[in-house]
């Protein structure tokens, strides 16, 4: 069955790239609503932006979405996936300002608090988006694919010239909470010559050691190191995950990303929602919704050295 928030969940912090306070409180809504972002800041007429693949717009380092009014909130990503893997399928999440709070640059303060606020069960089943055959899109050497499998399934491998980066690579079955005990602690990730461009475009000016794995010549310089010697990679899974999660349901099917970033995954969901033989809707039973991201996560699955 679809689940909902007990009762609003608040956040404060900064916006990563803009540097800006903002406040965001995740609000319980009802069944088949799925999940809606509201502008607080703006007229009632241009503040909702659904959390979709067709409202996503093309932005460097982040998923953005916006409406047709031109309201956009960026930086979902995390809270996306925050939701995804703690089975939350219905919220309106009003914000007072355009980008999400960033926080520990992991999803994990807010898969914190939504088990700390617990959930509830709605009356409607769960729709689940089933991959029929394989989709895939390249560019160069990156490639984003999705294909059959009885439940969401993502492999992800990346490669990158940074020594202490290299190459890494996982695979992970997202049933039964595996987000929250594998994914959910893994922080956003950047070399330093990336921070210092950045800055000089007026970009990550909310950035900092503490809520982003800052690497430089072989080194972490973030305090304290790494929390999974895979860091990176398992955040770029945890991405993929908050970015399949505009689907509009959950998916069934297994995700491939070769240095993939947010940008491929929204077009890997365009190619498949374009061709109709590539998928089909299903409720899901008691079978399927084992298999789902979330069920039956409970606070004992939160990592506990963060």
């Not at 210092?196 to 190191?225: H, I, K, W, Y």
């Not at 109709?276 to 409720?283: F, G, K, L, Q, T």
């Amino acid at each position: 069955m679809q689940n909902t928030l007990k009762s609003a969940a608040v956040f404060d912090g900064l916006g990563l790239h803009s540097g800006q306070p903002v406040r965001m409180i995740v609000h319980p809504a009802a069944e088949d609503s799925g999940i809606l972002f509201r502008r607080t800041d703006l007229p009632a007429a241009e503040a909702d932006i659904p959390a979709r693949w067709d409202a996503v717009v093309p932005s460097k380092l982040c998923t953005l979405v916006a409406n047709a009014a031109g309201s956009s909130v960026s930086t979902i990503e995390h809270i996306m996936a925050a939701l995804a893997g703690c089975a939350i399928h219905n919220a309106v999440i009003e914000i007072d300002g355009p980008e999400v709070p960033i926080l520990d640059g992991s999803a994990v303060p807010f898969v914190e608090k939504f088990l700390e606020v617990g959930l509830v069960e709605q009356a409607a089943r769960v729709r689940a988006i089933r991959v029929l055959k394989p989709v895939e899109v390249r560019e160069g050497d990156a490639v984003a694919r999705l294909e059959p499998s009885d439940m969401l399934e993502i492999d992800f491998r990346i490669d990158f010239a940074e020594a202490a980066i290299g190459k890494q690579t996982k695979m992970l079955n997202m049933a039964n909470g595996a987000f929250v005990r594998e994914l959910c602690d893994s922080r956003t990730f950047c070399l330093q010559a990336d921070v210092d461009r950045m800055r000089a475009n007026g970009l990550a000016l909310g950035g900092t050691l503490e809520n982003a794995v800052v690497f430089e010549n072989g080194q972490v310089l973030s305090p304290g190191g790494l929390r999974h010697a895979d860091e990176p990679v398992r955040h770029k899974m945890l991405d993929a995950l908050g970015d399949l999660a505009l689907a509009g349901g959950p998916i069934l099917g297994r995700y491939t990303g070769i240095r993939a970033g947010h940008a491929m995954t929204n077009r890997l969901l365009r190619a498949l929602f374009a061709d109709p033989s590539a998928w089909m809707p299903v409720d899901c039973g008691t079978v399927t919704g084992c298999k789902l991201p979330g069920m039956g996560v409970h606070p004992g699955d939160l990592p506990v050295h963060h």
